[in-house]
């Protein structure tokens, strides 16, 4: 019976938005294990993924394709295993850089935010982001995204808001949100404070100045000291040396004084103090270094400030206050030149702290903020992973997520910013007490004053992302979804945020829930063009995935991303291996076709006893082999190596061999078509199945019309409980071996062997490929075999089956042949007149000598320690592989 043909090409433009929109009308990205709803069966195990929510203001790149791959593979192979799977999607309101981006918009304009005010600016960046927010959602989608968009957050939204205002008051009642001048990272031009993990450093080429330190005594004595910062000395508060230095130990507990300010400050002893660097003695400028303020709280030193939030001297600077730092470097080194200060000046590499954001330097700087003391969260968090109840893929970060925690300082959690969580604490004008609720007040808890006012900063963006697993699911409050979903199950995400993100999470879902927020994280690695150079739009190297999608389909930038990753490992992307992946999109469309038109074809019912070919029960042995296979890997976290063996299988042993065969079998018709094209269904939907967490969309499209196919054919029994869509169907179930499978294995083997031996030396002799040439064989105990297989591998091998002989032994060797040795097997093809008989008898040789070199080789392993000391089984392995070389090394001298 004939049905619609399928396309001759995959059309993944018109196929992936059609596929997508089924899906999720469909309901297909929900639980099918809904707390809400009536039919609620508690006992059945969830598997829960929060997506890493992508700013706002984002646009798809590969960092994004890359989660959103894994996470999609991750969900849908749990699905198919019949989980009630969730993954919950959304977005993060991204402080600084949505708050960059509608204050550039505001300069277009001709205004700015202080312009304009609080209130309109926000009203203003909440228009901004309902009208490009969504953008980054619906390329998320683009990617086969399988998320349950009705549950979809927003880190500023009412809930949310609630989660984090209900955390930080938590955290101030239980004395552990405080404020106080802390030393932070201050970005002049952002004018925010910006955490530890946001500044990178950068070698820069600078100099290192010395300078004397005079002693106040009159004496003409001097300390020299060097700098590479020299405007901070005008906020030197003590000059330190190493209490064991000889050098300087009498000077300790005397005073010297400040160049050109004139201020006397004491010489004080620490061990902090690097003997080699410099002189030895260290100027200390507690409010503008982190290890000197550290100094100063251990000595009870000044604390000045000499910069502004402009990063502009302030009074501290006496003669130099208004100047900008870098005006007063110059201004200043050149008066302690006059005065006679100077020692020399030397080049030095500088590790100059930039911003993440914008790239401007970093000003340390005291200022009052807001911090959340770490030291208990971050015990809770090393306890977590050291007893097992998260791991860590791949293990190796545990170390490096155990230092971070074990080294941890407070978190600055204030940001001078008008976009974010304000925070949640109100000063009252009278009394001057704070009051902190989880509503706004209207008056102030300690005098009942109405004169109250909020603090006008807002909360680090990472506190909010922390809170993320629990708080998308209802947290405070005890929701169905809360209940049944939390504690979340993997989180994956690259492991560049494993500080910033991942540890948070883990801290804070100990801190409010009592329960880590997930029992594994998963870690990918960074995306790398084809040489693996970072991508960088200044080196132009970038790869926009929305144009590769365009261009080669989402299921070939897919499968690339998730084949070429291994866990916590950074992967290499080139545009020819998406290509690639395109072309087996294709050859996956192709097969199916096949398939499919010789279903259509069949006209006979299955026989009650089948009689399986060979090839039949090869590739089905190979069959459950991968799926036991692909099993283990994804029990492992291997999902690449799983890809990669799919894509192997799929693409050599089903297409190139079993399909060429299965073309031979369908011309039998009769029950050996029926059986030919159930073991083509069989195949195709369990590679189909297989293959979906990687590439969804072309393998929903085929297996819909395998589906139909194989309903509407004599062996419809074969789908009777195949469910409406491949996105629920089940994962193919692991078999254990039936004990036939070896010995049909090493059967087809041979004969793959003896066809590639035949099929390369026509190659090498440039025999046309129509051409069909005759054979002689002498196979031993294989003969009958190779007999029962004559059709195939004439078929295959390019042989006319009225003229191939198949014998144990020949009494003679055919004259003008050409012979070839598989194992005990030798093979004579008369290729005479196409074969020059030099070339012959030198390849026969390096065939030999190759068998000659191996022999050796074995006996010497053999005859060592390994024949003792290795299982028995390897040892019986390595002594078959020598009597089969030492029989092809006498045939071969034979032929000679």
């Known amino acids: 019976m004939s049905k619609q043909e399928l396309p001759k090409t995959y059309a993944f433009k018109s196929t992936e938005p059609h596929i997508y929109k089924m899906w999720e009308s469909g309901g297909y990205f929900k ?73 550039k918009m505001l300069r277009n304009e001709g205004t700015s935010r202080e312009e304009i005010g609080r209130e309109e600016f926000l009203r203003r960046t909440w228009e901004w982001k309902n009208k490009y927010g969504g953008m980054i959602q619906n390329q998320i989608r683009r990617l086969g995204a399988s998320c349950d968009w009705d549950r979809e957050r927003f880190t500023l939204d009412e809930g949310l808001s609630r989660a984090v205002r209900e955390a930080f008051v938590r955290l101030y009642e239980k004395g552990l949100i405080y404020r106080g001048p802390r030393l932070i990272n ?30 106040s005594d009159g004496s003409g004595e001097y300390i020299s000291v060097a700098t590479t910062r020299p405007e901070t000395i005008l906020g030197d508060t003590a000059v330190a040396v190493h209490p064991e230095d000889e050098r300087y130990r009498k000077y300790v507990g005397k005073t010297v004084t400040v160049p050109i300010l004139g201020r006397e400050i004491p010489v004080i002893a620490d061990e902090y103090v690097d003997r080699e660097f410099g002189t030895g003695a260290l100027k200390i400028t507690p409010g503008h270094d982190p290890h000197d303020y550290e ?11 000499m910069l502004d939030r402009e990063a502009r001297v302030t009074e501290a600077g006496g003669p130099y206050a208004g100047l900008d730092r870098f005006e007063c470097r110059k201004k200043l080194w050149a008066d302690m030149q006059a005065a006679g200060l100077v020692v020399k000046e030397e080049a030095y590499t500088l590790n100059v702290p930039r911003s993440q954001r914008g790239g401007e ?41 155990n230092n971070w925690l074990e080294n941890i300082r407070d978190w600055c959690i204030s940001r001078q910013l008008w976009w974010g969580h304000r925070i949640p604490v109100w000063y009252c004008r009278d009394c001057r007490e704070m009051t902190v609720e989880r509503e706004d007040p209207t008056h102030c808890a300690h005098c009942g004053s109405a004169n109250i006012e909020q603090d006008p900063d807002v909360l680090d963006t990472w506190f909010s992302s922390g809170l993320w697993p629990f708080s998308t699911l209802g947290w405070p409050d005890e929701t169905p979804d809360y209940k049944y979903f939390y504690p979340t199950s993997y989180m994956e995400t690259g492991y560049d945020i494993l500080f910033f993100w991942v540890a948070r999470m883990i801290m804070d879902g100990l801190e409010f829930t009592g329960k880590a927020p997930f029992h594994t994280v998963y870690l990918h690695g960074l995306i790398r063009d084809g040489d693996g150079q970072k991508m960088s739009k200044t080196k132009g190297n970038v790869i926009d995935p929305l144009t590769v999608m365009d261009d080669l389909g989402t299921d070939a930038l897919r499968f690339t991303l998730l084949v070429g990753s291994t866990p916590g490992s950074d992967t290499n992307l080139s545009l020819s291996k998406v290509e690639a992946n395109r072309n087996f999109a294709n050859k996956i469309w192709n097969a199916g076709r096949f398939v499919i038109s010789n279903i259509d074809a069949v006209e006979t019912a299955l026989p009650s006893e089948p009689a399986w070919t060979l090839a039949d029960s090869w590739i089905w042995a190979r069959l459950q082999q991968l799926v036991r296979e692909v099993e283990r890997l994804f029990q492992n976290f291997q999902y690449g190596e799983a890809g990669r063996q799919i894509y192997d299988f799929f693409w050599s042993d089903f297409a190139d061999w079993y399909l ?27 590679s189909l199945r297989l293959l979906h967490p990687f590439t969804p969309f072309v393998t929903e499209e085929l297996w819909g019309r395998l589906r139909e196919s194989v309903l509407a054919s004599p062996i419809k029994d074969l789908a009777a409980d195949w469910s409406e869509r491949l996105i629920v169907a089940s994962w193919p179930a692991a078999r254990q071996e039936e004990g036939w499978e070896t010995d049909k294995q090493a059967d087809f083997a041979l ?21 069909r040439i005759a054979a002689a064989l002498a196979a031993g105990d294989k003969g009958a075999l190779l007999m029962e297989q004559a059709t195939t591998l004439a078929s295959l091998a390019g042989i006319d089956e009225s003229q191939l002989s198949i014998a144990e032994t020949l009494a003679e060797k055919p004259a003008d042949s050409t012979a070839l040795v598989v194992g005990q097997i030798e093979i004579y093809l008369p290729l005479a007149g196409m074969v020059d008989q030099a070339e012959e008898k030198a390849r026969l040789e390096k065939e030999l000598a190759e068998a000659g070199s191996q022999i050796a080789r074995l006996e010497k392993l053999l005859s060592g320690d390994f024949a003792n000391k290795a299982p028995a089984n390897v040892v019986e392995k390595e002594r078959e592989k020598l009597a089969a070389y030492k029989e092809t090394a006498e045939k071969l001298k034979a032929q000679l």
């Not at 707390?35 to 203001?57: A, H, L």
């Not at 989660?67 to 192979?77: A, G, H, P, Q, T």
């Not at 809770?380 to 109840?389: I, T």
């Open 660 to 686: 060429e065969i299965a073309k031979l079998q369908m011309r039998a018709g009769g029950t050996q078509a029926a059986l030919t094209a159930d073991t083509l269904a069989r195949v195709l939907d369990t």
């Open 751 to 771: 004969l793959q062997e003896v066809v590639r031996a035949i099929r390369n030396l026509r190659a090498e002799k440039n025999v046309p490929p129509g051409k």
């Open 31 to 103: 639980p099918h294990n809904d707390p809400n709803k009536p039919d609620f069966d508690p006992n059945v195990e969830p598997f829960v993924i929060s997506i890493p929510p992508p700013n706002v203001t984002g646009e798809l790149h590969l960092g994004h394709a890359m989660f959103v791959s894994m996470e999609d593979l991750m969900i849908r192979y749990h699905r198919m295993k019949g989980y009630s799977t969730l993954w919950v999607p959304g977005s993060d309101h991204a402080g600084i850089a949505t708050q960059l981006q509608v204050e």
């Open 186 to 215: 201050w970005s002049p031009g952002l004018k925010t404070a910006v955490s530890d993990l946001e500044v990178e450093y950068s070698e820069e080429p600078g100099a290192l100045y010395y300078f004397k330190y005079m002693l």
């Open 361 to 401: 330097i970093i000003e340390p700087m005291v200022s009052e903020q807001w911090f959340v003391k770490m030291e208990s969260l971050a015990a809770a968090g090393l306890a977590a992973v050291r007893d097992g109840r998260i791991r860590i893929i791949p293990d190796r970060f545990e170390k490096v997520y």
């Open 295 to 305: 100094i100063g709280q251990r000595h009870n030193l000044e604390v000045l400030s």
